[in-house]
């Protein structure tokens, strides 16, 4: 029962370098969430999918773009890497927000040097 | 104005005691909220669901307070497993089923 999985669990990036966080689900969740978490922040939305084939920015999607390659997977990419996105990202999924929450992913952390 | 509004803390208690938090939200349209732990280093997790009618769970109490636009929750007999981060969840004003995390806040059971 695995639930929402992220990969990698840790990154270090040279600035400009480019890389791809996964995320997939096993369970049979519409929408998908793309968060980052900052100290003194709380969680911001980058990126989310409503269903398989959509996508949307959140309120910080500068500097990221999405794929939701079908309804299990929803990637994250970083084309050019830059030490403001030095942070810990989490994926989530919801079958019905407002009666069952989010369930997340156990996150990546991303250091760009 | 964030939507949803949390005292950061910390709030240091000893064990056995009862703490409540607070957290504001800005929408009065709103109607479910959510009570989510996060351990350190870790991801969030649901805790509670907190509806017009409240919610309990063993040590866990959550109401919503309509009049006043704030949800509570109250953890009576503290643990020291009870330390952690907890974040207060509602819906986003006109954001169709996405949901707004408030920056939580931290309480520290101690012995």
């Known amino acids: 029962n695995a639930g929402v999985t992220q990969t990698p669990k840790f990154q270090v990036l040279k600035t400009g370098q480019s890389m791809t966080l996964q995320c997939a689900q096993d369970m049979n969740h519409n929408s998908m969430y793309w968060y980052r978490q900052d100290p003194g922040m709380g969680l911001r939305l980058i990126y989310y999918?409503?269903?398989?084939?959509?996508?949307d920015k959140g309120e910080v999607p500068n500097g990221y773009n999405v794929s939701r390659l079908n309804k299990r997977e929803f990637s994250l990419r970083l084309e050019s890497a830059a030490p403001s996105q030095t942070s810990v990202y989490f994926c989530?999924?919801?079958?019905?927000?407002?009666?069952?929450?989010?369930?997340f992913g156990s996150g990546t952390r991303l250091t760009v040097v | 104005r964030k939507e949803v509004e949390q005292d950061p803390g910390p709030f240091n208690v000893p064990e056995g005691a009862t703490v409540a938090f607070n957290c504001t939200y800005s929408n009065s349209a709103s109607q479910s909220f959510f009570w989510y732990r996060q351990d350190c280093r870790k991801e969030p997790k649901l805790l509670m669901s907190?509806?017009?009618s409240g919610n309990e769970d063993g040590r866990f109490t959550a109401q919503l307070n309509r009049a006043s636009q704030y949800i509570s929750l109250l953890i009576r007999d503290s643990k020291l497993s009870d330390s952690a981060t907890y974040l207060c969840v509602g819906p986003v004003t006109g954001g169709g089923n996405k949901l707004t995390f408030g920056t939580g806040t931290q309480l520290k059971v101690e012995l």
């Open positions: 989530a999924s919801s079958v019905q927000e407002e009666v069952y929450g989010y369930t």
């Open positions: 999918s409503a269903s398989e084939g959509t996508t």
């Open positions: 907190v509806y017009s």
